[in-house]
């Protein structure tokens, strides 16, 4: 059974339908890329996918026991978020909260939780120093830290390269395929083709009211949009 299927579904906002007839399905350890060109509704549907926001019409279904707080979520930062007052370790473990519930403290497995994360993307060298200090590059490594401590099947990322330089861009998309080999399905919006391509074992191309393609990397590379999105040849 499917770990997150979408049936003839319908997203917009403001009443407004932005994009329609979406129908996708993913099974657990998936790879799916989500791109199109800005205002095509990638990032309203994250939002649909997390329960932040209804669609217009047509299902979201999940199955394989798939919960709501089984699923982290690593969005665009905001300059407001990349001064965000807090030690690196305070950032990671409110990924727990959800975990916690009324508990008015973390429990010692979920220290232990954060903890692990953060060795796993390799900041634990940097857990007491405050977040809005680091890098572009270390500031989304203790994101995803926190994503993961918040998810346990999925992970739903924003744009994670964004605003990053090459190396430092490259070093997250190979920590995000590192995860995703680890058992993790991995759903990533991107304007980063080259990088879709090369990591991404699906991708999703919608279009403004349409969805455009879904399927396996190599058959989208066979279609024109495809061929034209990831620069094998030119636009007409």
Same mark, same amino acid.
């Given at each position: 059974?499917?770990?997150?299927?979408?049936?003839?579904?319908?997203?917009?906002?403001?009443?407004?339908?932005?994009?329609?007839?979406?129908?996708?399905?993913?099974?657990?350890?998936?790879?799916?890329?989500?791109?199109?060109?800005?205002?095509?509704?990638?990032?309203?549907?994250?939002?649909?996918?997390?329960?932040?926001?209804?669609?217009?019409?047509?299902?979201?279904?999940?199955?394989?026991? $798939?919960? !709501?707080?089984?699923?982290?979520?690593?969005?665009?930062?905001?300059? #407001?978020?990349? @001064?965000? +007052? %807090?030690? =690196?370790?305070?950032?990671?473990?409110?990924?727990?909260?959800?975990?916690?519930?009324?508990?008015?403290?973390?429990?010692?497995?979920?220290?232990?939780?954060?903890?692990?994360?953060?060795?796993?993307?390799?900041?634990?060298?940097?857990?007491?120093?405050?977040?809005?200090?680091?890098?572009?590059?270390?500031?989304?490594?203790?994101?995803?830290?926190?994503?993961?401590?918040?998810?346990?099947?999925?992970?739903?990322?924003?744009?994670?390269?964004?605003?990053?330089?090459?190396?430092?861009?490259?070093?997250?998309?190979? $920590?995000? !395929?590192?995860?995703?080999?680890?058992?993790?399905?991995?759903?990533? #919006?991107?304007? @980063?083709? +080259? %990088?879709? =391509?090369?990591?991404?074992?699906?991708?999703?191309?919608?279009?403004?009211?349409?969805?455009?393609?879904?399927?396996?990397?190599?058959?989208?590379?066979?279609?024109?949009?495809?061929?034209?999105?990831?620069?094998?040849?030119?636009?007409?």
């Amino acid at each position: 059974m499917p770990q997150i299927a979408c049936h003839n579904l319908t997203i917009g906002y403001e009443g407004k339908a932005v994009v329609s007839g979406l129908n996708f399905s993913l099974d657990p350890g998936d790879y799916l890329c989500v791109v199109g060109e800005n205002g095509s509704g990638k990032s309203t549907l994250m939002k649909v996918m997390l329960n932040l926001k209804p669609p217009m019409s047509g299902k979201l279904v999940t199955g394989s026991g $798939l919960r !709501s707080n089984e699923i982290g979520y690593l969005p665009q930062q905001t300059p #407001v978020q990349k @001064d965000f +007052p %807090a030690s =690196v370790t305070e950032v990671v473990r409110s990924g727990c909260l959800n975990r916690r519930g009324l508990r008015p403290f973390y429990s010692q497995a979920e220290k232990n939780l954060a903890r692990r994360y953060m060795d796993k993307l390799g900041i634990s060298d940097i857990a007491k120093r405050c977040y809005r200090e680091l890098s572009g590059g270390q500031q989304q490594r203790v994101l995803l830290a926190r994503a993961l401590c918040a998810a346990r099947k999925i992970i739903l990322l924003d744009e994670p390269a964004a605003g990053l330089d090459p190396m430092a861009g490259q070093d997250m998309y190979a $920590l995000i !395929s590192k995860l995703n080999s680890e058992g993790i399905t991995v759903i990533m #919006v991107s304007h @980063d083709i +080259p %990088a879709a =391509v090369k990591y991404a074992g699906k991708i999703l191309h919608i279009g403004k009211q349409s969805s455009l393609f879904f399927g396996q990397v190599k058959d989208y590379l066979k279609t024109e949009i495809g061929r034209v999105y990831a620069g094998l040849e030119e636009e007409a």
